[in-house]
Every structure is written in C-alpha cells, then in structure tokens.
C-alpha cells in the first residue's frame, strides 16, 4: 500500500529565506506527484505536477523535482515571503487512481 | 478550467440527522469522482471511489451504509453522511479525474471542502 511522507511537519523561516520541503512515497510505481497547497480551512490549490517521466517542474519561485527511483520528490521555494504561509501537500498516484497524500508541511514565513 | 462546485462549504447539525453534499462539475464530465475526509491535521484520506453510473467503492475501514454515494450523472456526485454524530465532524473535499487530452497526463481538480460540525 502505498505511503507518502513529508518532512518536515511544520518550518518557520523568516521572510526572504529559500527553503526546501521533501516528500517520500514507498511505492516507486506513481503516473504523477502533485505538489498542493492548502490554506487553513480552504480546500486546495495545486501548484505543480509531475509526471513519472519528468524530473522537474518549475512555476514562478516554486520548482519540484521528483527522483522516481528513490521515491522522493522535493519542493523548493525560493524568496519566501508571508504569503506563502500554508501547508504544502505531497500526493502520488497510479495511473487512473485516487491521489494519495501525505500528513503536509505547515509553512510559516514571518515578515 | 475544470472547476468543481462543492456545496455546503459549510453545515451544522444535530447528532443523528443526515446532511447532503454536492459535488458538480460545471465545465466538464466527471466520469470518477473521489471523496476524501481530513480530520484536523491530518491528511487527507480517501472515503471512496465513484464511477457514474456505478456503485462507490469504499476504502478499508469506511462504512458504505453510513457515507452513501451516489454519481447518478456525469456532472454531479453526493455524499450523505447518515445519522451523523459527533465524530463525523470533519473536512469533506470532493475531486474529480480529468482526463488526459491530446496525449496528456491525468489530472485532478478538488471542491473547495464542506466543514461538517456534528453537535
């Protein structure tokens, strides 16, 4: 059965600062990895898509990359700033198959 | 964009009364629908699989008789939590599958949750 996990579970960082998230999933055989971002009590908004082919995906200050064979998969954002506070959801699926999750990283930037 | 309209966002009821939620695709045809429950932080975690015109397949350990699904079309699903009580109190999000066009990849778009409060 397949398992994501997020480290870490929560980060503080100061505003300006580049940070990094990480994702890991057991099952090697994923179609996709989503990056998600989810503000409190709001449902979710996807920031980037991996396919199982690619290596990275890249939007604005947010660039994923994924290393299938190790079951990993990594968020960087770059320049953080306030509102970039949320938490940051990992999810992996097969081809055609509900999306799984991870527990999320809860992401604060102070100004 | 693929947009899915999620209703209530929020709902408030008594301890064994049921509540209906609404999950419509408003510029596309859901042919798979998936429901999922977050409980405060938590993750989200699948309740069921739904296909149009089918029966839901349920995840290990969710009580079908008490999260009834129902995808009688191809633009809308429900989820009737029965006889709710108070532990069924949590953050309910719908997603629908899209299908990959022009030799793309599957993608999924999400309602914006209902935050059901079981009192």
């Known amino acids: 059965k397949q398992e994501v996990t997020q480290i870490p579970a929560a980060l503080s960082v100061p505003e300006g600062e580049n940070l990094v998230l990480n994702c890991s999933f057991t099952?090697?055989?994923?179609?996709?990895l989503q990056w998600f971002r989810q503000d409190p009590g709001k449902g979710l908004t996807s920031l980037l898509l991996i396919q199982s082919s690619q290596r990275e995906q890249t939007s604005g200050r947010l660039n994923a990359s994924l290393d299938k064979s190790s079951g990993r998969s990594t968020l960087y954002i770059a320049a953080s700033q306030p509102g970039d506070s949320a938490t940051y959801l990992c999810a992996v699926n097969q081809a055609g198959t509900a999306l799984i999750f991870g527990k999320g990283t809860t992401l604060s930037v102070s100004s | 964009g693929a947009v899915v309209s999620q209703h209530p966002s929020r709902v408030i009821c008594k301890s064994g009364t049921s509540v209906k939620i609404e999950c419509r695709s408003l510029?596309?045809?859901?042919?798979?629908m998936f429901w999922y429950r977050q409980f405060p932080k938590q993750s989200l975690m699948l309740m069921a699989t739904s296909n149009e015109g089918s029966k839901a397949t349920y995840e290990q350990g969710v009580e079908k008789d008490k999260f009834l699904i129902n995808h009688a079309s191809l633009t809308l699903s429900t989820l009737t939590v029965t006889s709710a009580h108070p532990e069924d109190s949590s953050f309910y999000i719908c997603?629908?599958?899209?299908?990959?066009?022009?030799?793309?990849?599957?993608?999924?778009?999400f309602g914006s949750g209902t935050r059901l409060t079981v009192v």
């Open positions: 510029d596309f045809q859901a042919t798979t």
């Open positions: 099952d090697s055989a994923i179609y996709n």
């Open positions: 997603s629908a599958r899209l299908l990959p066009r022009g030799g793309g990849t599957y993608g999924y778009t």
